[in-house]
């Protein structure tokens, strides 16, 4: 029914959401620790972008799961 | 996923899209070409219809592709030969053998001095080993694995890439391509820790040697559960990435269809994400092969 491709859209709405909100507090605390210690930056990048895929993989979890709503 | 005919499906029943393509059985028969579905939803009258005629289409498209006939071709045309690129199966062999050229490409060019194409497959290897593989394995094991990671980075990158190109499937947006990668993943992270430290060596490596004694038999069942969890997020990551940008295209462009010509400049930017798709394929290798190195490292290398 529309209505349940509705809430389907809401959900997958509000996982982007959450994703948002939790990666960018990591590209901030990222581009904070840089910009304090240049010379910490390869480590630092490597760190976030695996936290970044965490957060991604949670998100495309939620995705996955609307989608099989819809 | 239900078929829409229960579904109840909007108008689409009465504005024209063929009743075999809406019947619940439609999965093992023989689908309408891409431009029956447009004339069907441009026929339609109210934009619901219009958007579940489409919403349909997508559906099939990144769910169901090697059902399709007649749609991904080239255009005006059919060339028959061209469909055996719809299937996943042909498009991992595919990749399989552009990464084969390459790799006799670069070798012939591989002297003392490396030249041409070689040299970028030299740097991307180097750059796997040295910047994925040793710091997550350490030095010893890092050289050792490099092949395994390079393999993962190299083959992923082939496949994603290569399904953007129109006529091609891609084969990572099958989820049972990318289960069979994080297997792969899977097998290192617990056989090869099995064979390095022994089973009970690789039990005793899961549960932290600083933790309560009560808490420890808590933590095996969590940290046995973590490691498929691991192997799943793998599969979900890369599968779900590389389905959702040909939605998310595929959707864009479906605004012409609704809309009309108004949305036309949609397509600029459904170039713009084709662009954004390149730097995605290549990054998703990139995740895939850093997440594996880092998993395969926490159980090779326990407590550190």
């Given at each position: 029914m529309a209505s349940e491709i509705a809430l389907a859209s809401i959900g997958a709405g509000l996982v982007t959401l959450g994703a948002a909100v939790g990666l960018g507090m990591v590209a901030a605390a990222a581009v904070g620790g840089i910009a304090r210690q240049p010379e910490s930056a390869p480590k630092v990048q490597v760190t976030m972008l695996i936290a970044a895929a965490f957060i991604e993989g949670l998100a495309l979890f939620g995705m996955v799961i609307c989608f099989l709503q819809v | 996923m239900r078929p829409s005919a229960s579904r109840g499906a909007v108008d689409a029943h009465s504005a024209g899209l063929p009743e075999a393509w809406l019947s619940?059985?439609?999965?093992?028969g023989i689908l309408p070409p891409f431009r029956t579905v447009v004339n069907a939803a441009t026929n339609m009258t109210s934009v619901a219809g219009k958007g579940e005629a489409l919403r349909e289409y997508i559906i099939e498209h990144v769910?169901?592709?090697?059902?399709?006939?007649?749609?991904?071709?080239?255009?005006?045309?059919?060339?028959?030969?061209?469909?055996?690129?719809?299937s996943d199966t042909v498009m991992l062999w595919t990749a399989v053998a552009v990464l084969l050229g390459l790799a006799l490409l670069a070798r012939r060019r591989m002297g003392d001095v490396p030249a041409g194409m070689a040299n970028l497959v030299e740097s991307l290897v180097a750059f796997v080993r040295d910047h994925i593989a040793v710091p997550s394995l350490g030095p010893a094991d890092g050289r050792r694995m490099a092949s395994l990671f390079c393999s993962f980075f190299f083959f992923i990158a082939t496949v994603n890439l290569l399904g953007l190109?129109?006529?091609?499937?891609?084969?990572?947006?099958n989820v049972n391509v990318t289960a069979g990668l994080a297997t792969i993943t899977f097998g290192f992270m617990v056989v090869g820790a099995m064979v390095r430290h022994g089973p009970i060596g690789f039990i005793r490596g899961l549960i932290p040697r600083d933790a309560p004694l009560l808490v420890k038999p808590l933590l095996l069942p969590i940290e046995l559960i973590s490691l498929l969890s691991k192997t799943f997020a793998l599969t979900i990551r890369l599968f779900a990435n590389m389905m959702a940008g040909h939605i998310v295209i595929f959707s864009l462009l479906g605004l012409v269809v609704i809309?009309?010509?108004?949305?036309?400049?949609?397509v600029a930017l459904v170039v713009a994400l084709f662009f954004f798709e390149i730097f995605v394929c290549l990054f998703q290798a990139y995740i895939f092969t850093l997440l594996s190195a880092v998993f395969i490292g926490q159980t090779y290398h326990p407590q550190h």
């Open positions: - | 619940p059985g439609r999965r093992s769910m169901y592709r090697t059902t399709h006939i007649d749609q991904w071709n080239i255009p005006f045309r059919h060339l028959a030969f061209l469909d055996v690129f719809r190109i129109p006529i091609f499937s891609t084969a990572t947006g809309v009309g010509w108004y949305a036309l400049p949609v």
